[in-house]
């Protein structure tokens, strides 16, 4: 019985020492710009300050900055994204367009051609394109989105490594420890949870 209330003294006073060390939130996971709890409920500003208020190397506003950065980089991708595919659909419709004026002048001098030889006058076919600017501005549209995509996805990549790293700071503390005694599945005794 001595050695079950010494035992008993030992693991409260480790506990109650691991405790005052013990963070005060459980694991946290981010979507998008938010941290969760592994309820899913969404932690606070109030709550979030607390949380980076105890990390070592991050504050709350470096995690606002991550976020703007990253919505940043998510609009760029989008829009640009839009763009680029707005420029293949222009491109498309500018490159079946002179196909089919190239198709029409050469139907034309098809038929044309062989009249004007008979007849001994000069023919006199010009090609004026009227799908050859849709077709640039298609060309322009499609280079300019992807250089431009390539900017957002950097951006996005950079900003989503930052909240990836704070989301994995936080979750590298210590847990809670909890002690408790009473009847286990094999008897009496004490349970030591973390």
């Excluded at 919505?71 to 829009?79: E, H, P, Q, T, W």
């Excluded at 640039?136 to 790293?165: E, P, S």
């Amino acid at each position: 019985m001595k050695n079950l209330l010494a035992l008993f003294i030992v693991m409260a006073g480790l506990f109650f020492a691991a405790a005052d060390a013990s963070a005060q939130y459980a694991s946290v996971y981010r979507k998008g710009t938010s941290l969760y709890t592994p309820e899913r409920v969404k932690l606070t500003q109030d709550q979030m300050n607390e949380l980076f208020g105890s990390l070592d190397g991050y504050t709350y506003a470096d995690w606002q900055k991550a976020s703007r950065g990253f919505n940043a980089g998510k609009g760029l991708l989008i829009s640009f994204g839009v763009l680029t595919g707005t420029g293949i659909v222009t491109l498309g419709i500018g490159a079946v367009g002179l196909m089919m004026e190239g198709v029409a002048v050469g139907l034309g001098t098809m038929f044309v051609a062989p009249v004007a030889a008979a007849t001994g006058e000069p023919v006199d076919i010009g090609y004026k394109s009227k799908f050859q600017g849709v077709a640039a501005a298609g060309v322009c549209m499609v280079g300019g989105g992807l250089l431009c995509m390539v900017a957002g996805t950097t951006v996005y990549c950079i900003y989503k490594k930052q909240l990836n790293d704070m989301t994995a700071a936080c979750n590298a503390r210590p847990r809670e420890l909890s002690l408790s005694f009473g009847m286990k599945e094999h008897g009496i005794g004490f349970a030591l949870n973390f």
